[in-house]
């Protein structure tokens, strides 16, 4: 392949993309760009038919790798360093350092004997925060941006064998990369030589297993070499010795879909967008009780109102916001006062939450704080690897502690165990995961200590999540008598004429909800307290959990 | 159900033959075992172990870690519930709980015709349509509990 055969395809597929009609590809969760949005990492995703390499060529495909083969390495690396690319998986770490260090290391030990590659770089599609799907839609609708970047970034660090691993949640993406790959190959995108550079690299896939903490890089080192995925303590950094005991640079998808374009637009093009630390755009997922749900692409910068209220159409059901939530089970719960805050990732970082990999849940008036923070901390605990005790340990003493809470067994103590636990497991767990699982506690502790008191004092959830704390009335003076919740309830425990404020059979009623999300009048309360029904039901059942 | 490992061996065989070759071939060959047997019992872990040269132990300890694996029997048609916050938040342990009696098992259990088995997922990565149900590898978006029924029937 040289670049004038690549200009060749681009100029016959270009004309094919125009003359086809696109609309017939699933649209999926992605809608056309809201204003406001800036797509880099999306472009093409919705565009061009993910299993056709030519597309990909139409718009521009492949000519960054051109361009990045004419360049020196350090040259690369210097480029993607002044753009001031960080890691998009995460911790936001600079991406062209990890290969800097990297391409030391390589050269700081002999060439491998036995012809193995000398390095290795390992794309990280174990997109396992729930809420963020981000990686699903480029790896689906893009991959060949994925494969660019990274052959890329394995120039600029020495690399000659790449991985790429996927979730195995994700089956059309792993589809889409098994067509992908043999094109490229095919071209001699990938393989031996390319562009006649002298540059060898090739991409395998590895299939993931269903384990969270996977998305730490050690553990995903380990898991792709065949083990149990255990984080190892650092140093040695993978830069140094990673995968096989080789430099290793492991960088998330939207990171590498990134590179491509800086490197045909340049590094100012880039830096221009977003705040002075955090450049460029971010994918967000949003998620939970909003209006527009779904993928969206924004320069860094933006503010929480901006993406929930102006291109999320605000909060369902005409409810309050009560909180956002970032950063997935490792990230925190913002309150209102955040909304107007600028999001990089240092400001998230100093309001006690993440970045991560950019899920957004918003989360109203009827989702209980605490009963949240219990969900995250069943996550971290199902998901920690068990190799350091503040982590295996911990997490399963907070969950105890928050399940209590919310089974109206809470004690005034609790509230202090909590506050020392998470500080101890912050700073003592061995990887990110451990140290991260206690952020959704911290947070909601911070922001929303009066839920907590409430749950513990008075036995009662004011959002009337959990169960057997509370139970629902209807307010005669805001009462119709519409008549809507009598048909609803599935007890038949509600009774009123027609036109006359309606009431509720208290003893007899089961607290499903049905009529206080039935009522357009907002005339039904939540009011502390059990009935009898919901009481004795609270100590039978028990929610099931995964 | 009796567990028959000659059943698939020589594809099995084949299978590790060509992953040996590759660094790392335990994953990748417990996923294909797993897609051709349905479940790795015991049998098929001391195997595979045998023909990798691992411990059982290392299979055992890697079957056991990751969430994708199992070690029992499925039905014929796995229901994936997701709990991650998006479908959590927007009331799918209300399908859950309905699932669960329409086909009167616990999630991770299977009904006794082996036609269904319930599982709770994380993520399934279609959170802006939760709440989410994955029905083998097709999705079921937006589900209300009183769909469940109708969308059980679909599989046979
Ligand atoms: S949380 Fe259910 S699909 Fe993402």
Redesign the pocket.
Known sequence: MTREELERIRAEAKQALEARDMTTLPEGELKPPRPGEVRVVLRNCGQIDPTRIEDYIARDGYFALAKALGMSPEQVIDEVKRSGLRGRGGAGFPAAQKWLFARQAVAARPAPADGSPPAYLICNGDEGD????MDRAVLEGDPHSVLEGMTIAAYAMGATQGYLYVRAEYPVAVDHLQKAIPQARKLGLLGKDIFGAGFDFDVDIRIGAGAFVCGEETALIDSIEGRRGEPRPRPPFPAVSGLWGKPTSVNNVETLANVPQIILKGAEWFAAMGTEKSKGTKTFAI?GKVKNTGLIEVPMGITMREIIYDIGGGILDKKKFKAAQTGGPLGGCLPEQYLDTPIDFESLAAAGSLMGSGGLIVLDENDCMVDVARFFMDFTQDESCGKCPPCSLGTKRLLEILTRMTRAEGTPEDLLTLEYLTQNIATTALCALGQGSVNPVVTTLRHFRDEYEAHIRDKFCPAGVCKGMFHYEILAECCTGCGVCRKKCPEGVIRGEKKAPHEIDQPNCIVCGDCYKACKFAAIAIRPGPTEKSRRAAHKTETPQG | MSFSLASHLQELDDLIDREKARGGALIPVLHQAQELYGYLPRELQDYIADRLDLPQSTVYGVVTFYAFFTTRPRGRHRVGV???????V?G?TKNLERLSQELGVCPGESTPDWRYSLEV???????S????IMIDKSVHSKVQPDQVAEILSQYE
């Open positions: 729930p809420g963020a799907f998620a | 997701c709990l991650g916050t998006a479908c959590y927007r799918n997922c994380r993520c399934i990565g279609l959170c349509q939760a709440p989410a």
